[in-house]
């Protein structure tokens, strides 16, 4: 079993900052890559950003020069630091990781339960 867990999101105005966490736990062997995805109301799931174990990023056009991910692979945790929100970035935000749970298994993306960003005007 893996868990992953969330924190970090809340409600914020306009040209402000945010930090997500997500922490994965349980039958662990290795960990590929780890990012974030966002879902606003009405629209469909969109990549944020992703980092993979060798420290290679991807982001999204839309936050580019505002966003940073990042790992820290003792913990199992990846982070997204969120700088100069804007309201269109209000979503659910939900993190994503690749986890082979034991040697030689298949690698399985698991899912954290999203946290709610607002960014007001």
């Known amino acids: 079993q893996v868990q992953l867990v969330e924190s970090g999101g809340g409600l914020v105005q306009a040209g402000g900052s945010l930090r997500l966490s997500c922490a994965a736990s349980?039958?662990?062997?290795?960990?590929?890559?780890m990012g974030w995805y966002r879902q606003a109301p009405g629209k469909q799931r969109e990549l944020v950003a992703a980092i993979t174990s060798g420290g290679t990023t991807n982001y999204a056009d839309s936050v580019k020069g505002r966003f940073t991910i990042s790992r820290d692979s003792a913990k199992n945790t990846v982070y997204l630091q969120m700088n100069s929100l804007k309201p269109e970035d209000t979503a659910v935000y939900y993190c994503?990781?690749?986890?082979?749970?034991?040697?030689?298994?298949?690698?399985?993306?698991?899912w954290g339960q999203g946290t709610q960003v607002t960014v007001s005007s």
């Open positions: 994503n990781v690749r986890i082979r749970s034991w040697y030689g298994s298949a690698p399985r993306d698991y």
């Open positions: 349980g039958s662990i062997f290795s960990i590929s890559t």
